[in-house]
Nanobody, 122 residues
């Protein structure tokens, strides 16, 4: 499966953005798909995932309270709605897909999009 992320941009603290990830391939619905992010000078970290059955998983309570991950299998698209953005959310956001493995572990994802930059100004 090939993935293409979009929707990043510059937003003020407290604002909102919706990221999209378009997937190619007919097996999209069978994958767990996720968002990871990487801030400058830091390691890539898990943000949220949605399983093939539709279950949502989040990295922290702070993310869970502000972000919503969803997927539309009929459109082969993954979304991340981000509200109440904070400067510490600034990062390159990547979408990824896996068929099996630990959902929070980047090493278990075999398919990656190119990243979309989110910058939150204070």
């Amino acid at each position: 499966v090939q993935l293409q992320a979009s929707g990043g941009g510059l937003v003020q603290a407290g604002g909102s953005l919706t990221l999209s990830c378009a997937a190619s391939g007919r097996s999209f619905r069978s994958y767990t798909v996720a968002w990871f992010r990487q801030a400058p000078g830091k390691e890539r970290e898990f943000v949220a995932a949605v399983t093939w059955s539709g279950g949502s998983l989040y990295s922290t309570d702070s993310v869970k309270d502000r972000f919503t991950i969803s997927r539309v299998n009929g459109k082969n698209t993954l979304y991340l709605q981000m509200n109440s953005l904070k400067p510490e959310d600034t990062a390159l956001y990547y979408c990824a897909a896996q068929s099996t493995g630990r959902y929070y572990d980047a090493a278990h994802y075999g398919y990656w999009g190119q990243g979309t930059l989110v910058t939150v100004s204070s």
